[in-house]
């Protein structure tokens, strides 16, 4: 199996090509290791960050800015989107906050990334 992608691990975006399977993967384009882990983990299980927003109540703002804390695997970017949607906290909220926990079980968290004080 081979794949062309650009690389999003530092703001290089070398064009990288990736062959292999099996767990036997050979990435080349890349100008540092962090390409060679990227192009890797993105042919045998893709990660994402997921960034959005949920319902605040309480607040001058009606929507309050969220994402995972760390990846989580591409995969479940819809079913995770999804759990985020339902969500409506009570303002004030502080920056890092965890908004809901263990998301769609896979051990990261959703955090609130602003602060919004009751008003």
């Not at 650009?6 to 962090?34: A, R, W």
């Not at 960034?51 to 309480?58: F, L, N, R």
């Not at 607040?59 to 339902?86: C, G, N, W, Y």
């Amino acid at each position: 199996m081979k794949k062309e992608m650009i690389c999003i691990s530092c703001p290089l975006g070398c064009h990288l090509t990736v062959e292999g399977e099996d767990g036997n993967y050979t990435v080349t384009g890349n100008t540092c290791k962090n390409g060679e882990i990227y192009g890797i983990q993105e042919m045998t299980n893709p990660q994402r960050v997921v960034p959005s927003t949920v319902v605040i109540k309480g607040a001058m703002l009606s929507r309050l800015p969220v994402k995972t804390a760390d990846t989580v695997p591409k995969a479940k970017i819809f079913d995770i989107m999804k759990a985020i949607d339902e969500v409506v906290v009570e303002a004030p909220v502080k920056m890092g906050d965890v908004v809901l926990a263990d998301v769609c079980g896979t051990g990261v968290d959703v955090v609130a990334t602003k602060s919004m004080p009751a008003c």
